[in-house]
């Protein structure tokens, strides 16, 4: 019995760490994001060369991100969804720079890939730790929202005007989430913290 109670407040203290990582890496994400709009939206705009360099980041800084996401998973954790996020993260990375070179449309289409596959990855991984953690569902939305966004991106890549600024909002939108979820985690870590 004893050793049934040891095991209990084990995974609490396991769960509430991961809780913290996670907090920490969300708010982490949310402030690149908002720092990545106002650059958008201040210099892509008449730089063609910071928007290109905008453009590449994004999915670069994903694949970093996603890297800390593993981090902070214990160990007996399935990081299978993480791996194959980093995977399509570096090929995005390079798609987006070689599609440049033929311009910005070409590059929206890789884009909205990406979004619709990093969507579908965060939807499964956010219904997955939801059974660990609370405060999942932003996540889970957040996934959702991304896939929708996908089209979107690719139905409006070819239309005129269209550029990097496109993307703001959907940067936008994954920094509320980001920040709603670390809110979220804040609540599980105090009421974990006094169950234990």
């Known amino acids: 019995m004893k050793s049934s109670n040891t095991s209990a407040i084990a995974f609490s203290n396991e769960a509430v760490e991961t809780a913290k990582s996670l907090r920490t890496l969300y708010f982490t994400r949310a402030a690149f994001s908002i720092v990545w709009i106002l650059l958008v939206t201040?210099?892509?705009?008449?730089?063609?060369?910071?928007?290109?360099?905008?453009?590449?980041?994004?999915?670069?800084?994903d694949v970093i991100a996603t890297f800390f996401d593993i981090k902070s998973n214990p160990p007996s954790a399935n990081k299978t969804p993480?791996?194959?996020?980093?995977?399509?993260?570096?090929?995005?990375?390079?798609?987006?720079?070689?599609?440049?070179?033929?311009?910005?449309?070409?590059?929206?289409?890789?884009?909205?890939?990406?979004?619709?596959?990093t969507g579908l990855i965060q939807l499964i991984l956010g219904l997955h730790r939801r059974k660990q953690l609370d405060g999942q569902w932003p996540m889970i939305i957040s996934g959702g929202q991304s896939m929708l966004a996908g089209v979107s991106i690719f139905l409006k890549a070819h239309t005129p005007g269209t550029g990097v600024n496109t993307l703001a909002g959907y940067a936008a939108f994954g920094a509320f989430y980001f920040l709603l979820a670390a809110y979220r985690l804040s609540k599980t870590i105090k009421h974990a913290t006094v169950t234990v």
């Open 82 to 117: 993480q791996y194959v996020n980093i995977a399509i993260g570096v090929i995005t990375t390079i798609a987006v720079y070689i599609a440049l070179q033929k311009g910005i449309a070409e590059a929206l289409v890789v884009f909205s890939a990406w979004a619709i596959l």
């Open 42 to 61: 201040t210099l892509a705009g008449t730089n063609a060369v910071v928007a290109m360099v905008l453009f590449i980041i994004y999915p670069a800084w």
